[in-house]
């Protein structure tokens, strides 16, 4: 998910899936709320406030910022929007 993706996204229902160490890989299903700036990284939140784990730290000398990742850099988050069936 890139930083771009994330702003798009807000107010919409999506589903992650991330990959972690053995036993930790994860779905989560939440509509994106705010992009929250912490110290050294952007934090993606759900509606309701509460945290997702999804961080985008700025790339090193550059003002840009990454993809969105879960905790560590290598750990992508990858996402489909999901749309009402109404």
């Known amino acids: 998910m890139s930083f771009a993706d994330a702003k798009n996204l807000k107010g919409k229902r999506?589903?992650?899936i991330y990959f972690g160490y053995?036993?930790?890989n994860g779905v989560d299903d939440f509509v994106?709320?705010?992009i929250k700036k912490?110290?050294?990284y952007f934090e993606l939140l759900r509606a309701d406030g509460?945290?997702?784990f999804i961080?985008?730290?700025k790339k090193i000398f550059s003002d840009e910022?990454?993809?969105f990742t879960c905790s560590d850099s290598d750990r992508y988050?990858?996402?489909i929007e999901v749309k009402n069936e109404n």
């Open 55 to 57: 961080r985008s730290f």
């Open 77 to 79: 988050v990858y996402y």
């Open 38 to 40: 912490e110290s050294d």
């Open 22 to 24: 053995k036993g930790q």
């Open 14 to 16: 999506i589903q992650t």
């Open 65 to 67: 910022q990454d993809d």
């Open 32 to 34: 994106v709320g705010d």
């Open 50 to 52: 509460t945290s997702t």
